[in-house]
């Protein structure tokens, strides 16, 4: 028997979602045209995906309300504790975007006040690319607001490489402009928040590296929510091996280890199916050891050349003489990202960077 599919993500904002939106609305404001609303939000709607639904629902927005742009933005506002998911409070957001462009002070304010229902993180970046530094000062101000959903916003909606949005072009030609944010949130108390900052150090440091170690440098990190910030903002850097980065988290020194066991299971196998990545580390130090162990996978191209992926296995404490196993299952699928072709693959047991062991497994597309 055939498994159903799971949901699309887009159907979370399917017709019942938008006649749903319609009869709040008309509840809040009599005149708003809820007929004309439901006609223009769903022509079309099955061939819309998620994001071009979020927008679909602004534009039917501003196609049925009835008020100017300060009037109408008091209504969404108004709405957002009842939208129902927060895709709904992202078009809300959308509207102030595509609307508000000439209305600064009162856009942003809305935007801080939306953020708190569904992200405006992708409706703060067109302030942003038309007026950078006087939008990042406003997001200076949200870094230190007690709502954690405003302080995410003043770090994520200035990531330089946002997924799902445009770049701004301008902080990953220079990101010092935000330094003053990431470090206002250095050790925020929320994890939501961390995250956030953890991601956007990541974004620059596919284009800046040595500017995110040098600022991270000068973080305190005793404090355990910096050093978790620290540890995931790096990770680019850290299965790249780079020594800066592998120091600050305080595994830069080459591992004194003898590599017991090091095996991928089995040996060979066939599209869609796992192997096993299995290690068994010994310390041959005088002393403790941090060990951040990862494996990289050479996938072979169609050229029969192959392209180095990196993958986290484990991140040890190993003190002298002690063993540490670990494992990992992978599943060896054609994904949007990355298309599988037949041959032997190249595994490396990756050490504080250091290659230490490799092995191989071989790949067929079809069975027999």
């Known amino acids: 028997m055939t498994e159903p599919s799971p949901p699309l993500l887009k159907d979370i904002l399917d017709r019942e979602r938008m006649h749903g939106i319609a009869q709040r609305m008309a509840a809040l404001c009599p005149d708003f045209a809820a007929d004309s609303f439901i006609a223009h939000v769903t022509d079309g709607l099955d061939a819309l995906g998620i994001m071009q639904r979020v927008r679909r629902i602004a534009t039917s927005l501003h196609a049925a309300l009835p008020g100017g742009f300060e009037e109408n933005v008091r209504l969404l506002q108004a709405f957002a504790p009842d939208a129902g998911h927060p895709f709904v409070a992202i078009a809300l957001s959308d509207y102030v975007a595509l609307h508000g462009a000439d209305r600064f002070e009162s856009s942003v304010t809305a935007l801080k006040e939306l953020t708190r229902y569904g992200s405006s993180e992708y409706a703060v970046r067109p302030f942003l690319d038309r007026d950078l530094h006087r939008t990042l000062a406003v997001m200076a101000q949200w870094a230190h607001d007690p709502n954690e959903h405003v302080r995410r916003l003043a770090s994520e909606g200035c990531r330089p490489r946002l997924p799902w949005s445009f770049q701004i072009k301008a902080l990953i030609a220079d990101p010092a402009p935000v330094a003053a944010i990431l470090d206002t949130l250095k050790a925020d108390p929320s994890l939501y928040v961390r995250k956030s900052v953890a991601n956007h150090l990541n974004d620059i440091a596919k284009d800046h590296p040595d500017w995110v170690l040098d600022l991270l440098q000068t973080w305190p990190r005793d404090d355990p929510r910096t050093a978790w910030i620290v540890r995931h903002g790096l990770r680019t850097l850290i299965k790249q ?52 162990v990862d494996y990289a996978i050479h996938y072979v191209k169609k050229s029969g050349a192959t392209s180095r992926k990196v993958f986290k296995l484990k991140q040890v404490e190993l003190a002298p003489g002690d063993r540490a196993e670990m494992a990992a299952v992978r599943m060896v699928r054609d994904f949007t990202t990355r298309k599988h072709h037949a041959g032997r693959h190249r595994v490396e047991l990756l050490v504080n960077g250091r290659s230490l062991a490799e092995t191989v497994f071989d790949l067929a597309l079809t069975a027999g």
Do not use: C, K, M, Y
């Open 241 to 292: 091996g780079n020594n800066r980065a592998l120091a600050l988290i305080g595994a830069g020194a080459a591992p004194v280890v003898d590599v017991e066991r090091f095996a991928v299971t089995p040996a060979a196998i066939v599209l869609g199916a796992p192997v096993t990545i299995e290690a068994r580390l010994v310390s041959r130090a005088d002393t403790g050891q941090r060990l951040v």
